[in-house]
């Protein structure tokens, strides 16, 4: 059961039926839009599963976030909006993935050729030959698609810190790629 969160204001609940109240999030409110944000995540998706794990990254962001909403806003709207950034962002994510499996697979999946396959399998090697730090910095920044300053502020270091790592990053997987046997190392400053 979920228990409704009142804010610091309060506001006066709506005197129309069919719109929830604005100050809580209670479980009567929540089994008045499930229905609805189900059939919106369905119709962005068009499959039952992911609409279903949509409207859960929905649910647990709005109550994550719930102190950051607009006190007088409207709660079925500010689920929505949620709703469609939550699966904007997973379409993103969806294009960033498959643009590197092509890259690592080649451009004609159906009938790679072996050269491509092999080159493939030595990026792969060459990216895991790099410390744990800039494979993690590269695929944040380069796979995922994070800003640099989302990176910074997860690794609480500054913006121009970000840079210069990815830059040694980048730099040491380019020397292996091209044969040159140097070990990759990071500084860690802070």
């Given at each position: 059961m979920i228990r409704p969160v009142p804010?610091?204001?309060?506001?006066?609940?709506?005197?129309?039926?069919?719109?929830?109240?604005?100050d809580e999030l209670s479980d009567a409110v929540l089994r008045q839009l499930l229905p609805r944000l189900r059939r919106f995540a369905l119709r962005?998706?068009?499959?039952?599963?992911?609409?279903?794990?949509?409207?859960?990254?929905?649910?647990?962001?709005?109550?994550?976030r719930w102190g950051s909403r607009r006190p007088q806003g409207d709660i079925r709207a500010w689920l929505f909006t949620i709703l469609y950034r939550q699966f904007l962002d997973?379409?993103?994510?969806?294009?960033?993935?498959?643009?590197?499996?092509?890259?690592?697979?080649?451009?004609?999946?159906?009938?790679?050729?072996?050269?491509?396959?092999?080159?493939?399998?030595?990026?792969?090697?060459?990216?895991?030959?790099?410390?744990?730090?800039?494979?993690?910095?590269?695929?944040?920044?380069?796979?995922?698609g994070l800003s640099y300053k989302a990176v910074a502020d997860l690794f609480e270091v500054p913006l121009g810190t970000v840079m210069s790592r990815l830059s040694r990053a980048r730099s040491a997987l380019r020397g292996l790629n091209e044969g040159q046997t140097g070990a990759a190392h990071l500084r860690i400053m802070k």
């Amino acid at each position: 059961m979920i228990r409704p969160v009142p804010l610091p204001v309060s506001a006066p609940a709506p005197t129309d039926d069919d719109a929830p109240p604005a100050d809580e999030l209670s479980d009567a409110v929540l089994r008045q839009l499930l229905p609805r944000l189900r059939r919106f995540a369905l119709r962005l998706t068009r499959e039952p599963a992911a609409a279903d794990d949509l409207v859960q990254a929905t649910l647990e962001r709005a109550l994550t976030r719930w102190g950051s909403r607009r006190p007088q806003g409207d709660i079925r709207a500010w689920l929505f909006t949620i709703l469609y950034r939550q699966f904007l962002d997973s379409q993103r994510r969806m294009r960033r993935h498959s643009r590197l499996l092509e890259w690592f697979a080649g451009a004609d999946a159906a009938a790679p050729s072996s050269e491509r396959q092999a080159l493939a399998r030595a990026s792969l090697a060459t990216f895991e030959l790099l410390p744990e730090a800039q494979r993690t910095l590269l695929w944040l920044v380069c796979v995922e698609g994070l800003s640099y300053k989302a990176v910074a502020d997860l690794f609480e270091v500054p913006l121009g810190t970000v840079m210069s790592r990815l830059s040694r990053a980048r730099s040491a997987l380019r020397g292996l790629n091209e044969g040159q046997t140097g070990a990759a190392h990071l500084r860690i400053m802070k």
